[in-house]
């Protein structure tokens, strides 16, 4: 989903997201709201982000990207302001988020390709204290078995080598 704020400033407008499905597109945060929000306050704010980014109020060089965002605001507008239609987009929004945390679980936490969130941080919970001790504990406990792994392998390798360099002389002196 898009991140597009439309709590700037009347100097600054919103993000105007790429072209794609219409299924990417969170039409709450578009229009600012939450997802409990009201009719009124739906209303309220399509009217307030229209009159910010209404294309007659753009300079001629935005106008075209104006109307393309003022296109999805009236999307969004008549897809939450009539009862049936925002039924049927919030069912919509919880099937994908379900979707998308089942799959996020066969590929290994990652969010689905093409979806942005790479790394399933929306999904994850700021580390407390304890977790980051005992993360610090397992990267140490890593970097040690590391090394004893490598230690071992030297010595093996440098005690074949010695015993190889044993038997050829003792070899040699025999024959």
Excluded: C
Aim: glycine share 6%.
């Amino acid at each position: 989903m898009w991140n597009v704020s439309v709590t700037s400033t009347n100097s600054q407008r919103p993000p105007i997201p790429p072209r794609g499905d219409v299924e990417d597109v969170d039409y709450y945060r578009i229009l600012g709201v939450p997802y409990t929000a009201t009719r009124a306050e739906i209303t309220r704010a399509y009217r307030k982000a229209m009159k910010r980014v209404h294309p007659d109020r753009q300079p001629p060089s935005a106008r075209e990207a104006a109307e393309q965002h003022a296109r999805l605001l009236n999307r969004a507008y008549s897809t939450l302001a009539h009862t049936e239609s925002r039924r049927a987009y919030d069912m919509s929004i919880k099937a994908q988020a379900v979707q998308d945390q089942i799959m996020s679980q066969y590929f290994g936490g990652f969010g689905m390709p093409g979806s942005g969130d790479l790394s399933g941080e929306r999904f994850r919970q700021p580390p407390t204290a304890a977790d980051r001790r005992n993360q610090k504990r397992n990267d140490r406990n890593a970097m040690v078995s590391i090394v004893v792994v490598f230690a071992g392998a030297t010595v093996a390798v440098v005690a074949l080598l010695v015993i190889w360099a044993a038997a050829s002389s003792l070899f040699r002196a025999l024959f």
